[in-house]
């Protein structure tokens, strides 16, 4: 039973586009949304969160948008660089139901940017 | 430097031997947490554990054990009974304390090889 979804494997874009990867979920207890960066053989980073009282949340060229009636979360980056070819996880909490700081990951989106 | 150090970076496992990841943070934070990564999947859940001398099993905890005699350190190991126990192993933590954000900080991995 997957309740973080991340459908799309792979997207490749061109530098200075618009990188969209996508995350759906199916839990409604999951009030806390994150993204994280990982490179090979290395920890994953993290790099943006969203909480369910929002919609929206900006950082650099670094967007998260969720929908919560659609049970669904985007992260945008624009421009996009080489340097931001990785795998991208979506993971969800949910922290006000008392199960703390347990995140459950979807399976990852592996963005590459070309020159 | 605050963080979490993993070691070691890659281990070698005769099958039939009990090996054990090391896990040490000075982030200060309540919970910690051991996942496993496998190639083209999420990452999954093993074990948490929220406060020192308590821990719970998460989605995949069979074959594994885990110990929190101390707020830094949390070790796993990984037990003959673990049936596919080639993988690599991350190791998190995150701070439980009301009004931060819930968002796990990674360790650099651990490679575990069956040979």
């Known amino acids: 039973d997957q309740q973080v979804k991340q459908n799309s494997p792979s997207l490749s874009v061109q530098e200075g586009r618009i990188s969209i990867l996508n995350c759906d979920y199916t839990?409604?207890?999951?009030?806390?949304f994150l993204w994280y960066k990982k490179y090979p053989a290395e920890g994953p980073t993290f790099l943006i969160s969203?909480?369910?009282?929002?919609d929206k949340n900006e950082d650099g060229r670094f967007t998260v948008f969720l929908n919560k009636s659609a049970k669904h979360l985007s992260l945008h980056i624009v421009p996009s660089q080489p340097g931001d070819s990785a795998v991208y996880f979506c993971?969800?909490?949910?922290?006000?139901?008392?199960?703390?700081?347990?995140?459950?990951f979807g399976q990852g989106t592996t963005l590459q940017v070309k020159p | 430097d605050g963080g979490i150090t993993q070691s070691p970076k890659y281990l070698f496992r005769k099958e039939g031997q009990n090996v054990t990841l090391s896990c040490e943070q000075n982030?200060?934070?309540?919970?910690m947490y051991w996942y496993r990564q496998d190639p083209g999947q999420g990452l999954r859940l093993i074990y948490y554990?929220?406060?020192?001398?308590?821990?719970q099993k998460g989605d995949i905890a069979e074959g594994y054990s885990v110990s929190r005699e101390k707020k830094e350190s949390f070790p796993l190991t990984v037990t003959s009974a673990q049936k596919n126990p080639t993988a690599f192993y991350l190791c998190?933590?995150?701070?439980?304390?009301?009004?931060?954000?819930?968002?796990?900080?990674f360790g650099q991995g651990t490679r575990l090889t069956v040979v």
């Open positions: 982030l200060n934070h309540d919970a």
């Open positions: 554990s929220q406060i020192v001398n308590d821990f």
């Open positions: 993971a969800a909490s949910a922290s006000r139901s008392g199960n703390t700081g347990k995140l459950i």
């Open positions: 998190a933590s995150s701070s439980l304390r009301t009004g931060t954000n819930t968002e796990a900080f």
């Open positions: 839990n409604s207890m999951f009030d806390y």
């Open positions: 969203i909480s369910s009282i929002k």
